[in-house]
């Protein structure tokens, strides 16, 4: 089963637009963390923002925030104010285990954002 | 300070011919990682380093795909020989010790088999 589902493999918005791309995740760990990651035609992964399994509240880093649903297990990204430079893969990921455990990334099949003017 | 720097940018190989990539992570990191992102896929995890010891290397093709990481620091990742499906980017990943939450990616290198 895929531990990592992205169900968009495109979105297209316009400028100055909000935008959600959905990930849905499955583990049977209770210590895990999701994070999103950008990737722009030049291959660089960039990371954007990270949600720990145990935090309380969504995470949010300046236009990014991130709707955590844990009894649904999605960890959606939400993009405000859409800017010409967000066209870019996003690829959602998921590391199982205690943060300090050093486990590799699991990551979903992405989901290329369209930005228009 | 500096990121995680590879090497090369981008590679053009026939198949059955060897190829070796070069990661140096960031200073101070004490984990490293090597993932192959298939075109239109996302990156999977080919091995993972602790220090100089190897975390996991499950998904590694260990008939063909070879990794060190000398000293701890800079590492290698060698395939020989080639095939056509290796054609992929290499990304190699750093994290430093005890935030592996962290992980800072360089800029891959682009294999192509032909």
Redesign the interface.
């Known amino acids: 089963a895929q531990k990592?589902t992205q169900t968009q493999p495109g979105m297209f918005v316009q400028e100055k637009e909000a935008v959600t791309l959905d990930c849905t995740y499955d583990t049977s760990d209770p210590s895990y963390?999701l994070?999103w990651?950008k990737q722009p035609s030049?291959?660089?992964?960039?990371?954007l923002i990270?949600q720990?399994s145990y935090d309380q509240q969504n995470a949010t880093e300046g236009r990014y925030s991130l709707n955590f649903q844990k009894a649904r297990k999605s960890a959606n990204l939400v993009i405000s104010a859409s800017q010409l430079g967000d066209s870019a893969m996003y690829?959602c990921?998921m590391?199982e285990g205690l943060?300090?455990?050093?486990?590799?990334?699991?990551?979903?099949?992405?989901t290329t954002l369209s930005v228009s003017s | 300070e500096a990121g995680v720097a590879q090497s090369p940018r981008y590679k053009i190989i026939e198949k059955r011919q060897s190829v070796a990539f070069w990661c140096n992570p960031i200073s101070g990191h004490a984990t490293l990682y090597w993932y192959q992102q298939i075109l239109g896929q996302g990156p999977k995890l080919l091995i993972q380093f602790q220090n100089n010891g190897v975390v996991d290397d499950s998904q590694l093709p260990k008939d063909r795909f070879s990794a060190e990481r000398l000293k701890g620091v800079d590492s290698t990742l060698k395939i020989q020989p080639a095939k056509l499906e290796d054609s992929a980017v290499y990304l190699c990943a750093s994290s430093p010790r005890g935030r592996a939450y962290e992980q800072y990616f360089g800029p891959g290198t682009r294999l192509t088999v032909t």
């Open positions: 990592i963390g994070f990651y030049s291959g660089e992964m960039i990371f990270y720990g690829f990921a590391r943060a300090q455990a050093g486990t590799a990334l699991i990551f979903g099949k992405g």
